[in-house]
């Protein structure tokens, strides 16, 4: 009887293990939302399910610990997927087409985690350095694993960037459109209130830097959001806007390399880095015991 295997977690040698964890992620992550919700099925069902009006900070809190656990998590990374699935087994309901949608209808699971690959590629070209051709390539492949751990068949992801870039721009042409989740999350206006356990000064001082803060964030989405679903999601970008996305991406790409492992990798990442680089130095293969720390 042949054996089946299951999904592989990612080793530290990895892409995503390098950049999934840094904190730029949270500078990237937003576009890659607005491309999932602006398929009507995701939209509609992050509308009618998700609780990210009544409890944005918890809800990006969960899902973002969700992901690190994806890349992170070693054999906890199996169990996450499968608690996800089951999670997203009850979402349901009609888009604004008049379609009916399951979250786990495979051609929409299968979007919502093919949007990571256009973003991270730019969002390395803007705020870290572009990926080499035979890294997007490793990149592309890492999704595909991680994919796997999402439960998401092989038979629902294009098998290669070659294959991947017909297979994008068909979903931006036929299927994407404004869907009342983009437009909140693509509004500067859109109320937001202070984090959870924010200071009593910066809860006075919340209203006050709410406003350029969401401009800020409205303007790096716009601006990592690849241009063929800017155009078809209608969301301007100038040349200046542009030039001024540059100048913001040289002064990350030279401050995030020269902060503290603490500062520039996130809680999860970072702890996982940590365990991986003890293992490294630990001399197992000679048969001797760990050095001490001193």
Request: aromatic share 8%; proline share 11%.
């Amino acid at each position: 009887m042949k054996a089946t295997t299951g999904p592989t977690p990612l080793a530290p040698d990895t892409i995503l293990w390098d950049i999934a964890g840094d904190v730029r992620l949270l500078l990237s992550l937003p576009a890659a939302l607005v491309l999932q919700v602006a398929h009507p099925a995701v939209g509609a069902g992050v509308d009618d399910h998700s609780v990210f009006r009544t409890d944005p900070w918890g809800r990006a809190e969960r899902s973002l610990e969700s992901l690190q656990l994806w890349v992170y998590g070693g054999e906890r990374a199996i169990e996450e997927g499968r608690r996800l699935r089951r999670l997203h087994k009850t979402i349901s309901g009609t888009d604004s087409r008049g379609r009916s949608y399951h979250a786990l209808t495979p051609a929409y699971y299968a979007w919502v985690h093919a949007t990571a690959y256009p973003v991270f590629l730019r969002a390395a070209r803007y705020l870290s350095r572009p990926l080499a051709p035979d890294d997007e390539r490793r990149l592309y492949d890492e999704l595909l694993q991680l994919g796997g751990i999402l439960g998401i068949h092989p038979r629902d992801m294009p098998k290669t960037p070659e294959e991947f870039w017909p297979y994008f721009d068909a979903m931006v042409d036929r299927e994407l459109e404004r869907t009342a989740v983009v437009d909140e999350l693509l509004d500067p206006r859109r109320p937001v209130p202070p984090p959870p356990g924010a200071g009593a000064l910066l809860r006075r001082l919340w209203p006050v830097l709410r406003r350029p803060l969401a401009r800020l964030h409205v303007f790096v989405t716009a601006g990592l959001l690849p241009p063929a679903a800017r155009d078809r999601l209608g969301v301007p970008w100038t040349s200046r806007d542009e030039r001024r996305l540059k100048r913001l991406g040289a002064v990350v790409r030279t401050v995030v390399p020269l902060l503290p492992e603490r500062l520039r990798y996130l809680p999860t990442a970072r702890a996982a880095r940590a365990r991986a680089a003890a293992t490294a130095h630990t001399p197992a293969d000679r048969g001797g015991p760990a050095p001490r720390p001193r």
